[in-house]
């Protein structure tokens, strides 16, 4: 019997408008859901980025403000350091940003000159992080790396500024063959110790004007080198300045004089490192006095070239043997000496030996007559030696040889208690520093012979390591140096002996081919000195201010001797002593070239001995 089939009731259509129903709210949520990850996205694509092209847009007109020095670089064209491989990844982001936005470097204003920024920058609050160094500067805060600040990025010259001099030594001087003298990384023949004068070891025949490759050979064993410029605490440049002036000096025209010079300018002036702080951050050194570098005109008769009066050379840093009391782009340092030691060991059993040598002479002076000079006090000098039984002269005039052996200068040297340094041709002389080595106080008699000079390497309180006699007491009042010397006690002449001994690490230059353990040497200082200015500079950028207000550069000497923290320039007992003519333009007069030229015909003498 079939079942009969029932007729729809109630209960079923209400199951089925229920199932309509279900479905109807599964698309009312699908829908909202739609819709708010729609909103989601738009808020996503749409108003952050209106938000962040809004805060590009203040970063780039922050980036571009003329106010800041220097502007930013692009650094995508700058390797990556050495060391310091935790930065590769931040490098490359900000170079990735900077090169859809790239900013050019404009140089730096002609007025503004080393640690002098004449106006202030007037953001109330700096963007430190638009300054190119600011990289630089954030490595002094790594307490875990032991180079933080101390960078040294160097240029790679074409060979023609340094190497390509060396191959043609022949024609480095008229009358030196230079070829002996570049040799062992600059030291020149090792000399022996035949007389029992020298240690046995690290002495050679140095030229006194071979800086320029003895430093070069030794920033090649500094242990903070770099190829990434942005963490750079300075850029060294090495260009053989001296050896390039040397060669052209005599019988060659300005274009020639100038040529290297402005070609160096040019290279480097095209150089993405150039713009991190136009140049303020550039170092280089120079074996020669400051004045074969100042030819103040283009007469043909004029002394030099004018690589320290270029634009972009008066916002580098140059190191030579004598600067310049009235400009503020050079800066002294030593003379090399006959001693370069490899090892700390070397120094410390030198150092030992000098305190225990007997010392037979009160004073003693190497050095020759200037008779074509009326304002010279040499001739008494050499006439006080001769007529004194303490005093011990060693006459350097024509026929002497005795004058031109280190053997016999450094004995006379190691024999006396105070050795005599006047000027020479110009204010300084090499001389000052083979008698400090040895052990014997210096006597001066114009603060341009070291002490406005050598600011970084010797103490501000001269009187602790040295004698200053003024000219005018030999020239005017021909006071006797015996008495004077002979009234200082023998405790003093101890205590300042003692200083002099202890200074001897950083007036010498240690061996290029290897590195001094714990000692600073000479190229130690010097390089910590660059390095300080540059890191001051850029911190005052940031802060607005400059080092010095109202700086005249005219007064250069005085600011070298300020303590930490002055600030202000006043009357100073040397003025009379730096009151020198200028010119028309401000600058040192002719004087200045004929002294670089007397110092030269003095060399053509010395090697005719």
């Known amino acids: 019997m079939r079942r009969r ?6 209960s079923e259509k209400m199951d089925k408008g229920s199932g309509k129903n279900q479905q109807n709210r599964l698309c009312l949520l699908a829908s909202l859901s739609a819709f708010f990850w729609i909103l989601l996205l738009y808020f996503h694509f749409v108003v952050l980025a209106n938000s962040n092209v809004t805060e590009s847009t203040q970063l780039q007109s922050n980036l571009i403000n003329p106010e800041m020095i220097p502007t930013l670089v692009n650094r995508h064209s700058l390797t990556q350091p050495l060391t310091k491989k935790a930065t590769e990844s931040s490098t490359v982001n900000e170079s990735t940003q900077l090169q859809s936005n790239p900013v050019h470097p404009e140089p730096l204003p002609s007025h503004l000159t080393n640690d002098q920024v004449t106006e202030p920058l007037k953001s109330a609050t700096p963007q430190t992080e638009t300054y190119p160094f600011i990289r630089a500067l954030k490595t002094i805060e790594n307490k875990t790396d032991p180079c ?5 990025y160097v240029h790679d010259l074409p060979p023609r500024f340094n190497e390509d001099m060396l191959k043609e030594c022949k024609s480095l001087s008229l009358w030196t063959n230079m070829c002996k003298f570049t040799s062992n990384a600059g030291l020149g023949p090792p000399l022996e110790n035949v007389e029992g004068v020298f240690s046995n070891t690290g002495w050679y025949a140095t030229n006194q004007f071979a800086v320029d490759v003895i430093f070069n050979n030794r920033m090649k064993q500094y242990e903070c080198l770099t190829h990434d410029s942005s963490i750079a605490a ?6 053989y300045a001296g ?27 095209k150089r993405p490192e150039w713009g991190i702080m136009g140049g303020k951050d550039h170092f280089l050194v120079a074996g020669r006095i ?8 283009d007469e043909e008769s004029d002394w030099g070239n004018k690589l320290l009066f270029l634009p972009a050379a008066k916002n580098m840093s140059m190191l030579v043997v004598e600067s310049s009391p009235w400009n503020a782009n050079d800066f002294g340092i030593p003379y090399p000496t006959y001693f370069h030691p490899a090892k700390d060991a070397d120094v410390i059993s030198w150092q030992e030996r000098m305190r225990n040598l007997e010392r037979k002479w009160l004073f003693s002076f190497a050095g020759a007559p200037r008779a074509d000079n009326p304002k010279s006090i040499r001739g008494q000098i050499i006439d006080q030696c001769r007529n004194s039984k303490v005093g011990k002269l060693l006459e350097c005039d024509f026929g002497e040889s005795k004058c031109h052996s280190p053997s016999s200068i450094m004995q006379m040297f190691q024999s006396s208690l105070f050795c005599l340094q006047p000027q020479g041709d110009s204010y300084t002389r090499r001389s000052a520093f083979d008698s400090m080595l040895a052990g014997c106080i210096p006597v001066f008699f114009h603060p341009g012979s070291a002490y406005t000079q050598y600011t970084w390497h010797l103490p501000k309180n001269y009187s602790t390591y040295s004698v200053f006699i003024p000219e005018d007491d030999i020239r005017k009042r021909n006071i006797s140096l015996e008495e004077r010397l002979s009234e200082i006690s023998p405790e003093q002449v101890k205590i300042m002996r003692e200083n002099v001994i202890r200074l001897i690490p950083s007036l010498i230059y240690a061996d290029p081919r290897s590195k001094l353990e714990t000692l600073k040497d000479s190229f130690d200082v010097a390089v910590q000195a660059v390095i300080d200015k540059v890191t001051r500079l850029r911190r005052n950028i940031i802060e607005g201010h400059t080092e010095y207000d109202n700086f005249v550069e005219e007064n250069s000497w005085k600011y070298a001797l300020l303590d930490e923290g002055q600030r202000e320039v006043g009357a100073h007992e040397w003025d009379p002593f730096f009151s020198k003519p200028k010119d028309a333009n401000g600058e040192s007069n002719s004087s200045s070239a004929e002294a670089a030229k007397n110092s030269w015909k003095n060399e053509q003498r010395d090697q005719a001995q």
């Open 5 to 10: 089939l029932g007729v729809s009731g109630p």
């Open 234 to 239: 300075a850029i060294f440049v090495p260009f």
């Open 148 to 152: 933080g600040g101390r960078y040294i």
């Open 290 to 297: 400051t004045w074969d570098f100042r030819r103040l005109s």
């Open 243 to 269: 050896f390039d002036i040397a060669r052209y000096l005599w019988g060659h025209n300005i274009s020639r004089r100038d040529a290297a010079s402005l070609d160096l300018v040019d290279w480097l002036t």
